[in-house]
T-cell receptor, first 115, second 111 residues
Framework: GAVVSQHPSRVICKSGTSVKIECRSLDFQATTMFWYRQFPKQSLMLMATSNEGSKATYEQGVEKDKFLINHASLTLSTLTVTSAHPEDSSFYIC???????????FGSGTRLTVV | DAKTTQPPSMDCAEGRAANLPCNHSTISGNEYVYWYRQIHSQGPQYIIHGLKNNETNEMASLIITEDRKSSTLILPHATLRDTAVYYCIVRVASGTYKYIFGTGTRLKVLA
């Protein structure tokens, strides 16, 4: 089945630095990927839709200059959290749609802690 | 995409069937019902999906009412490893429409 690999699984960074999270579709090509953020004991909140070869579409209230998304190939989308602050600490999850009828496949998530 | 409503939490005894309901009263004719679950600190995992007929796979069964306004996910013999948050999502099957997650149901399987 479709596999989505997300890296790193955990990252701790200092306040003010930038962090890049990678999302790869391992056995299929994904023209569209999605990025979610999840705070403790809350549901997944869609941040943006990542489109290969074009600009990402951000959900209302998500700062596009803070959460930079690059989808330069059919198998890789990256999310860069710029000038991270403690309030950006969260669980970030990506997803992509393969050819199977099972809907979207999700990555295993990245736990970001900003200190 | 249609909005879904699920109870916030449920308990189930180990070995018993877990029945998780979902209301989707505004579902459109071409929208499917998808179920995912999220075990703590992991990405959501696909369970099952259906349009209007009942579906069964190795993980679960999905019962959709005739008017399609609600559905029930059934885990026939719940185990401790089924403890997770279960999400019901409705959307069209084709294209790359985004998933919007509701609050889900936190299922706790008790020994």
């Amino acid at each position: 089945g479709a596999v989505v690999s997300q890296h790193p699984s955990r990252v701790i960074c200092k306040s003010g630095t930038s962090v890049k999270i990678e999302c790869r579709s391992l056995d299929f090509q994904a023209t569209t990927m999605f990025w979610y953020r999840q705070f403790p004991k809350q549901s997944l909140m869609l941040m943006a839709t990542s489109n290969e070869g074009s600009k990402a579409t951000y959900e209302q209230g998500v700062e596009k200059d803070k959460f930079l998304i690059n989808h330069a190939s059919l198998t890789l989308s990256t999310l860069t959290v710029t000038s991270a602050h403690p309030e950006d600490s969260s669980f970030y999850i990506c997803s992509a749609k393969g050819r199977s009828p099972e809907g979207y496949t999700f990555g295993s998530g990245t736990r970001l802690t900003v200190v | 995409d249609a909005k879904t409503t699920q109870p916030p939490s449920m308990d189930c005894a180990e070995g018993r069937a877990a029945n998780l309901p979902c209301n989707h009263s505004t579902i459109s004719g071409n929208e499917y019902v998808y179920w995912y679950r999220q075990i703590h600190s992991q990405g959501p995992q696909y369970i099952i999906h259906g349009l209007k007929n009942n579906e069964t796979n190795e993980m679960a069964s999905l019962i959709i009412t005739e008017d399609r306004k609600s559905s029930t996910l059934i885990l026939p013999h719940a185990t401790l490893r089924d403890t997770a948050v279960y999400y019901c999502i409705v959307r069209v099957a084709s294209g790359t429409y985004k998933y919007i997650f509701g609050t889900g149901t936190r299922l706790k399987v008790l020994a």
